[in-house]
T-cell receptor
């Protein structure tokens, strides 16, 4: 069974630009969660989608948004990039419930210059 | 707000030493508890989890964790570590009615051969 895939793996953007990251969950998984990982901060929860609906959202500004498609693939978008948005963005998929094991992708490394 | 504290950011041990990594959370209700591990160059993966029942849970590779409700703790243990246990370990907590995981900042474990 193929794992969680994320594209692109690396991105370099400049302040003020916007970016879209993509995540393809494991086949059959309907829940997709997004996290921001920075050194010393652990993983900060961005949002979680299930069946195209956002079920929960973390404490991030409105510049961070996401969506999920009918095939469970998900995208997240960050508009008006700031230097502080430089991080590893991780996507995780699970079968359905929050307590299910989450399977992580390799992440997208975003650098904002 | 919920939070998760991992007491040690860096731990260095020799092979065969015993390991205990601390994890405390702040939430008074029912929780699901997780330990994830990230080996160098690999994705985050589940080490073990606690939902209910026996507070001593066993995971992969000889790891175990004990849930002590009165102390709001879920410490990870291994009686004898190996060089291959070098990794970053994350504790995560999910409140039963919530669709997000709250993560600790992680503990980097280095095992000296």
């Amino acid at each position: 069974k193929a794992g969680v895939t994320q594209t692109p793996r690396y991105l370099i953007k400049t302040r003020g630009q916007q970016v879209t990251l993509s995540c393809s969950p494991i086949s059959g998984h309907r829940s997709v969660s997004w996290y921001q990982q920075t050194p010393g901060q652990g993983l900060q929860f961005l949002f979680e989608y299930f069946s195209e609906t956002q079920r929960n959202k973390g404490n991030f500004p409105g510049r961070f948004s996401g969506r999920q498609f009918s095939n469970s693939r998900s995208e997240m978008n960050v508009s008006t990039l700031e230097l502080g948005d430089s991080a590893l963005y991780l996507c995780a998929s699970s079968l359905s419930q929050m307590g299910d094991e989450q399977f992580f992708g390799p992440g997208t490394r975003l650098t904002v210059l | 707000a919920q939070s998760v504290s991992q007491h040690n950011h860096h731990v260095i041990l020799s092979e065969a030493a015993s390991l205990e990594l601390g994890c405390n959370y702040s939430y008074g209700g029912t929780v699901n508890l997780f330990w994830y591990v990230q080996y160098p160059g690999q994705h985050l993966q589940l080490l073990l989890k606690y939902f209910s029942g026996d507070p001593l849970v066993k995971g992969i590779k000889g790891f175990e964790a004990e849930f002590i409700k009165s102390k709001f703790s879920f410490n990870l243990r291994k009686p004898s570590v190996q060089w291959s246990d070098t990794a970053e370990y994350f504790c995560a907590v999910n409140a039963n009615s919530n669709y997000q995981l709250i993560w600790g900042a992680g503990t980097k474990l280095i095992i000296k051969p």
